[in-house]
């Protein structure tokens, strides 16, 4: 009879603890990705709080919508931080990923951005983001390819409605 209970007691700490990790992970895949913006050099004119706050919450916004959308093959998400050239570029590849039985998941390990130039009339910025990033190719739930990297980008975004949005998305040289 001890060895039953033993063995019971194993079984439920070994399924609490997977549990608890399985739910660690998802709270850690639905956490937003960590973005330190600095606005300090930009020009030809300083970029206010506000608008910092701002551009700090909707570029993190786009990054967490655009890792859903990949992930899920769904473009819905991409609607609300994205216009113009990136929602395009974003869109098309959802659908092409979809079309092949493949999504992408990224592992975003947080990103140092650095806004360069910030319009005189105030409508639009440009941001140099250095990402560290991990994307994952999968196959349903199989993980047929994964690669971690520094990538550069320059994003664009404009003033829309109440938020911006990312116009622009792009890969640049070091």
Known sequence: ??????????????????????????????????VQLNTGNASPREVEDNTRKAILRDYTAAWQEMSTALEKNDTAPLNENFTGFALDRLTQRVKEQHSQGLATRIVDHGHKVDAIFYSIDGSAIELRDTASIETQVLEGSTVVHSDQAEIRYVAIMTGAEDRWKVRVLQEREP
């Open 1 to 34: 009879m001890k060895k039953f209970h033993l063995v019971l007691l194993v079984l439920t700490v070994a399924s609490a603890i997977a549990v608890g990790v399985t739910g660690i992970q998802r709270i850690f895949a639905d956490s937003k990705p960590s």
